[in-house]
């Protein structure tokens, strides 16, 4: 099997968003400002440099950093400098100088823009008297603003962005783009609550006022007229039905005889499931294709940035489970080629579609969709298999599955230095395709999808570093984030499908082992999953668990529960301020007062 180049587009309305670099300078003429001139533009240059080289967005396209005409030495330089990000479609910004400045004509005052300000740590013209004195004067606005500052004193016109620095304007960079790509773009609901979970239900105020983003619905009739009227573009569909059965190897049939379906059922379903593909990606970014059918309305799409499928139960009771659109569409590939993952819920779980959101955008891989389904202690493995846990699953494991949108990324075939991994897709090549593909069954879906269709079925390669999330909006509170990172593991396969018969053969498994700390929820592994809020998790590759706690503090929503270590913390300056040696308390308490980020 061959696949084109990895496609890099951008399948929504509006510009990619972009870095704004903002130079600082001691604005007083006669000898101060002129001997600043070079290397404060220097040292922004240095850092557009660097963040270009560094970052991507997650559809793959480059990103640009726009540089303010002139140093800002005053409000007059600072109100030229908005407008030019405001026409330049800026969405998050960095200040940068190496000395001292006028703090409250120089700042940037957006209230909805993600900010920093970089001071560099010099002696000749200190840059962090100015930094300090600038997050004092966010602070007392009420302007949450990041604060980077090196370790190590440098030499002033030293161009060299010292380690640490670099770090913290990734971390902040990628976090702000994140805030500004989702800004403007909808969630779809394909129909509505799945069997009473209330993940699924559509909290508008939330989607508004902490992401900025609006709300579209579809009912699941749609998926109706559109597979009766052949609303979908036919070529593209003979070319998926070819690739589908080329590729996807059929999987066990655990029905009972009686409620097994013949094989030109199960034929019927692979035509149904692929144009239900094409049409649920059809909704939520549109389609040319449908203009030229006719269908000029259809063809817009909804500019949705994630979506989630009810299916259960009122669509899987009579038709086909939506398990294959999920599992292909979150992938990274399928039969276009190498392409950006689509974020698609199972269940409409919209809560977790936007956990899996955050992490696609500050990771650019696929997602994991999966069920929090069991904790098995050693003794609980011992008396059902016999077999004794060993290494990183000695203390347990959790058992995530799920029969929907569990990425084909998440097999852990993308191999990156002969080790399992989940990669950007462009760093995707046709061999980690195939091997994914290979390791992934389609097996018959169980008796209670009375409609049929299949569900994914694989066993992710251990040794991978995971990030488990989950956002849940709670009465009283708002949304809150709760994450655990560590690491999958591999099981003996006898007691591996031991444990997988007693809940469900056909899904896809993970058996992931957090990361254990003094905090009593992360004290061991049963901790963890007794203390988690939700059915449902977003499972990420690496441990970004620091990435997600900037995303959340740009967003103003609180961390109820995590296991980073708190050297790796990194939360607008003013947070402090809410209880340094508290920060969990403070985080709620920063949250709160300054309250989301578009009310």
Known sequence: ??????????????????????????????????????????????????LSANLRH???????????????????EAARTAEKFRK??????????????YPLETIDTDPQMPKAIWGFNGTERPGAVYLASALAAHNQKGIPAFSIYGRDVQDIGDETIPADVQEKLLRFAKAGLAVATMRGKSYLSLGGVSMGIAGCVVDESFYQEYLGMRNEYVDMTEFVRRLERGIYDHDEYARALAWTKANCRPGEDVNPPELKRTDAQKEKDWETVVKMTLIARDLMIGNPKLAEMGYGEEAMGHNAIAAGFQGQRAWTDHFPTGDFLEAILSSSFDWNGIRE????????????AITMLFGHLLTDRAQIFADVRTYWSPDAVKRVTGHTLEGAAAGGVIHLINSGPAALDGTGEQLTDGKPSMKPFWEITDEDVERCLAA???????????????STDYTTRGGM???MARLNLIKGIGPVLQIAEGYSVELPAEVHDA??????????????????TNDPTFKDVYSVMNNWGSNHCAVSYGHVGADLITLASMLRIPVCMHNVPSERLFRPSAWTAFGANEPTGADYRACAAYGPLYK
């Open 88 to 101: 330049a479609g800026v969405g998050v910004t960095i200040s940068v100088t190496p000395s001292w400045c």
């Open 341 to 352: 993952p689509f974020i698609m819920s199972t269940e409409n779980d919209n809560l977790n």
């Open 440 to 454: 992934t069954k389609w097996s018959p879906a169980v008796d209670f999808f009375r409609g049929g269709g299949f």
């Open 58 to 76: 997650s559809n793959g396209l480059p990103v640009e950093c726009v540089l303010a005409d002139t140093t800002i030495g005053g409000v007059a």
């Open 1 to 50: 099997m061959s696949h084109n180049q990895p496609t890099f587009e951008h399948r929504l309305q509006g510009e990619m968003p972009k870095i704004g670099i903002r130079p600082i300078i001691d604005g007083r003429l006669g000898g101060i400002r002129e001997s600043l001139e070079a290397p404060t533009m220097k040292m922004a240059e240095a850092c557009a440099r660097f």
């Open 499 to 516: 444990l997988d018969r007693r809940s469900n053969p056909t899904w896809p498994t993970t058996w992931f082992v957090p990361n254990l």
């Open 465 to 467: 570093p995971m990030t």
